[in-house]
């Protein structure tokens, strides 16, 4: 049996809403932050649609039309944009199309007049979601209805109303600036997934000490980051509400990191409050550094194939090197800073799980949370464990009467380093195994129970810092391990790599290596090291080098001098 005109009509709006239902995205295990995307309106809600949705003769929409005298199609321009202007259509200030759907969602679709004739649009929607209140619905947008029906009826709309706006407002990712984000915000991520090791409960166990962190994409129509565009997926770090002075400490520092512009230092993409928490966007990458050194999974075939001195790490830890004097605020001269830095940085939390690597290989310095920047022209400040992982900071850490020092981040690398040489040479065992570094770092002092992966000790209670006997000997059988049997090159390389190391891991931060002379010399050791510089046979030292032998490392080891302890 055909059905009745009426019926026909009826089922315009009553269709559109069903189709409605059919654009939502976003996780079905997290209903609530499911939404619907404007750019699947804009395909459906063409302009010839909107029109047969506003001839709508239905109760409902014969009701709500009644209320106003102007043309049910007057304002169409309003909601689709002008005819034949493509950019118009994207352009949230000039279309009504999200405002359009949720009325259509919640079975008023021919109130927008109202909201159109005083120039509502799309903009408001995304951007001043408090604008839609009752006060002001009733006030503003609506009251040709609110006169026409009793309160309650009205208050039942602006309820339904203020439940499904935050499914079609959904706010454009397009600026790198601080934004707040009410609580009941939906945005517009997808595939959202907490970053960490997975524990033998099958649960995600937090990676970073201060805040969640997890893996995104953002749906297409609203990521438009102007200083962004090459990426696609992105990770945020979470922290509450109690971490607020941390995370503005952390948004400072990186907007300060950012502006060094360089490959190996994390580019933040926004920093915005979302109701209590705190976060921060950056591009996601491949995994860490610590992952990748200890996580057999990982395809690291071309970290540890071929001769030791033509492995790629060494170009990354050159540019990491690089990056950190750029952090510093550049070289020392004899006179001390140059004039011309307008700042020095220290990281204060240098490790592995710190230093990110990216799908292409790229390693990243991250986790500005415990760094300083401070101008030149200030005095330094003391040095204090600001709650970094003290595995890798240095014997200063310990001293509160130590001042600020550009140094404290070269031992960490210097320990990085050495993490790094262990693996190259000897795989995840160099780390991990037995005898692997993890596990020869891990002591307990003769005079206290204590136990801690730290690379220096103390030789009583009161004695001076020295590397632990430990660390030493585990250099020793570096030098001595069996992949460099055969290959002169290789074997002075990792020497020099070695003497390096021996000087960043110079107990006295007064005497430890600079870093423009930790680049010098890795630098050096890289192009001496070359294919095409193999007929030399061996690297050209400095003024004042040798090739490092036992002895050196024994004095290395009591605290001497023997080994680049000069002062720089």
């Known amino acids: 049996m055909p059905l009745s005109v009426d019926a026909v009509e009826e089922a315009r709006c009553s269709s559109a809403r069903h189709q409605i239902k059919r654009f939502f995205v976003g996780d079905v295990v997290r ?43 007057e304002f169409v321009g309003s909601i689709v944009g002008p005819e034949d202007d ?85 706010p454009r990712m397009d600026s790198g600036e601080y934004s707040v984000y009410g609580p009941d915000t939906i945005l517009p991520f997808l595939n959202e997934q907490k970053i960490g090791v997975r524990g033998p409960d099958g649960v995600v166990q937090q990676e970073g000490a201060h805040g969640k962190v997890y893996s995104f994409e953002i749906y297409e129509e609203y990521r438009q980051f102007p200083h962004a565009t090459a990426y696609t997926r992105f990770a945020r770090k979470e922290l509450d509400s109690a971490s607020e002075l941390a995370f503005h400490l952390e948004n400072k520092n990186l907007e300060q990191a950012t502006t060094l512009q360089d490959t190996h230092i994390v580019k933040m993409i926004k920093a915005y409050k ?20 200890r996580e057999p999974a990982f395809d690291t075939s071309n970290s540890i194939q071929g001769p030791v001195e033509s492995r790629s790490v060494w170009n990354q830890l050159l540019g990491i090197t690089k990056a950190l004097e750029k952090i510093g605020g550049g070289a020392e001269t004899i006179f ?15 490790k592995p799980a710190n230093i990110l690597v990216d799908n292409d290989g790229t390693w990243i310095i991250s986790d500005f949370g ?34 600020f020092s550009r140094r404290y981040d070269i031992w960490s690398l210097g320990c990085i380093m050495l993490e790094v040489l262990a693996f190259v040479l000897l795989g995840h065992d160099g780390l991990r195994g037995n005898r692997g570094l993890d596990h020869v770092r891990c002591t307990r002092s003769s005079w206290s129970s204590r136990i ?30 069996e992949t460099l049997h055969g290959s002169q090159k290789s074997r002075i390389f990792v020497e020099s790599i070695l003497e390096l ?34 007929a030399l046979g061996q690297m050209v030292p400095v003024h004042g080098e040798r090739s490092i032998s036992e002895c050196d490392l024994k004095a290395f080891g009591t605290g001497g001098k023997t080994i680049g302890m000069r002062p720089l």
């Not at 928490?277 to 550094?289: D, E, G, W, Y």
């Not at 020295?466 to 250099?475: R, S, Y």
């Open 31 to 73: 209903p609530r932050q499911r939404f619907v995307p404007v750019d699947k309106l804009r395909s459906y809600l063409t302009r010839s649609k909107v029109t047969w949705l506003l001839e709508c003769r239905c109760p409902t929409c014969s009701n709500d039309y009644a209320a106003f005298r102007r043309a049910r199609t």
């Open 86 to 170: 493509t950019n118009t259509r994207l352009d949230p200030g000039k279309t009504a199309l999200s405002l359009f759907a949720l009325l259509i969602f919640i079975e008023h679709p021919l109130l927008i007049i109202g909201f159109v004739m005083r120039r509502c649009s799309d903009h408001a929607l995304e951007r001043t979601p408090a604008l839609f209140s009752l006060g002001h619905l009733r006030q503003e947008y609506c009251q040709e209805y609110a006169h026409r029906v009793g309160k309650e009826e009205f208050k039942e709309f602006a309820n339904d109303f203020a439940e499904y706006l935050p499914k079609f407002a959904i």
């Open 274 to 293: 979302h109701g209590d928490t705190f976060n921060l966007i950056f591009p996601l990458a491949k995994t860490n550094l610590d992952h990748l050194l």
């Open 336 to 350: 001390g800073p140059s004039d011309k830095q307008q700042f020095q940085g220290t990281h204060f939390d240098l």
């Open 370 to 403: 415990q760094s300083t920047f401070r101008e030149t022209t200030r005095s330094s400040s003391r040095v204090v464990n600001q709650g970094g992982t003290d595995a890798y900071a240095p014997p200063e850490i310990d001293n509160l009467d130590a001042r």
């Open 452 to 481: 801690d992966h730290r690379f220096f000790c103390q030789e009583s209670p009161q004695g001076k810092c020295i590397v632990k006997p430990e660390i030493i000997a585990f250099m020793k059988s570096l030098k001595e391990s």
């Open 501 to 534: 190391i021996a000087k960043m891991l110079e107990p006295e931060a007064e005497f430890r290596i600079e870093i423009g002379n930790v680049i010098r010399r890795l630098n050096s050791a890289i192009d001496s090291a070359r294919p095409d510089l193999q």
